[in-house]
Structures are given as C-alpha cells and as structure tokens.
Nanobody
Framework: QVQLVESGGGSVQAGDSLRLSCVASGVANCRSKMGWYRQAPGKERELVAL???????EYAEPVKGRFTISRDNTKNTAYLQMSDLKPEDTAVYYCTVGFPGPDYWGHGTQVTVSS
C-alpha cells in the first residue's frame, strides 16, 4: 500500500520560509519522480516542482529562485524548501510520486502566507 505523508505546512508572514517534507512508503521508487503540486482556493491544481531519482529538477516559473526541491533516496523522502514566501503561495501543497507523471498523491498540507 502506497502512502505519502506530508508535513511542515503552516501559517507564516510574507517573506518567511517553510520546509515541507514528504515520506513515501510502499512504492518502488527506482525510477519515480517525486514532486510537489499545489492548489489555491478557486484555482486548479498546479505543478510546483519535480525531481527525478537522478536529481533532474523542474520548477514552475512562479517559484523559481525561491523554492528548492530535494530528495533523500535512502529515506524515500522529498523536501520543498520555500523561501521569500508570498501571499500568492497560499495553497494546499500535495506530494506526488510516479513515473512519468504522478501516480500517487498525499493528502496535502496547508500553507498560508499573510501579508
């Protein structure tokens, strides 16, 4: 049974930082990409960042230069370091695992950024 457990969300002020973590279990991630998507109220879910097992990385344009994705394959864990947060980053952040696209999703963690 595949399980993705996110943690690290919260409420912060604009300009603050947060680090999200996602622990994956029950999935063979020999080729899997791990990633983060987000969904703001009234908006569609959108890609934030993806990282392959070989650490090839893709970022969405709005987060380039502010967010950093990483993974620890020994722990089946992905991280999203978010810096210089903006109110428009407010959303539920979802962890994903899969190849080539997301096959499994976490339940999400709320990130709220106030101005």
């Amino acid at each position: 049974q595949v399980q993705l457990v996110e943690s690290g969300g919260g409420s912060v002020q604009a300009g603050d930082s947060l680090r999200l973590s996602c622990v994956a279990s029950g999935v063979a991630n020999c080729r899997s990409k791990m990633g983060w998507y987000r969904q703001a109220p009234g908006k569609e879910r959108e890609l934030v960042a993806l990282i392959t097992r070989g650490e090839r990385i893709e970022y969405a344009e709005p987060v380039k230069g502010r967010f950093t994705i990483s993974r620890d394959n020994t722990k089946n864990t992905a991280y999203l370091q978010m810096s210089d947060l903006k109110p428009e980053d407010t959303a539920v952040y979802y962890c994903t695992v899969g190849f080539p696209g997301p096959d499994y999703w976490g339940h999400g963690t709320q990130v709220t950024v106030s101005s």
